[in-house]
């Protein structure tokens, strides 16, 4: 599990910009790596940049060594897990933000997408590096089908104890719910 104290040790050192840390993630993670974007966000007349999102895209064993990789320079903490239906896999989108403590520098927000292919809809958790991130999986596993590898509690969140664990409300596929799950509130 990552200590977020242990990011507090020695600032000077592990503080890097955003451009320096998306390099060194490059330098890392090389091929594994199929996107990266970093963009700049402004605020009022000034045109004063704010805040930083780097946006990647990692292959799906990669993750927990890139969670790992974001923990020595700073705790990421983690905001959610969203996802999207694209066809033959589901992209699974994990957002954090890194140096948000006092004189850490201006915030970098990041998002780290995965895919996950529809012929082997698993992808290892994170629990064991960031307890935080349980009902986000959960929530990803009933809505989508992905199954978090890991994750000790995989009980239903959001739908009834009853539903039918073989229909994911937000696939767009075979498994999407049928009209007689879909109730018109108009």
Request: charged share 30%; net charge negative; glycine share 6%.
């Amino acid at each position: 599990m990552l200590d977020p104290m242990d990011c507090f040790i020695d600032r000077e050192k592990v503080v890097k910009t955003p451009q320096e840390l998306a390099d060194h993630l490059q330098g890392v993670f090389g091929d594994d790596l199929s996107y990266v974007d970093l963009r700049d966000f402004s605020e009022g007349s000034s045109g004063e940049v704010t805040s930083h999102h780097l946006w990647m895209t990692i292959g799906k064993s990669r993750l927990l060594d890139f969670v790992d990789e974001l923990g020595k320079f700073d705790f990421p903490n983690f905001h959610v897990v969203s996802g999207d239906d694209e066809g033959d896999h589901i992209s699974l989108y994990y957002h954090f933000d890194l140096y948000r403590a006092v004189e850490r520098g201006v915030s970098l927000h990041v998002t780290v997408c995965v895919h996950v292919p529809k012929d082997d809809l698993t992808v290892d958790s994170l629990f064991s590096r960031i307890p935080g991130v349980e009902y986000s999986e959960r929530e990803i596993q009933e809505m989508f089908g992905v199954d978090h590898i890991g994750l000790p509690n995989k009980a239903l969140v959001f739908l009834p104890d009853d539903w039918n664990r073989e229909v994911f409300p937000w696939r767009r596929d075979e498994t999407a719910p049928g009209e007689d799950l879909v109730e018109d509130l108009s």
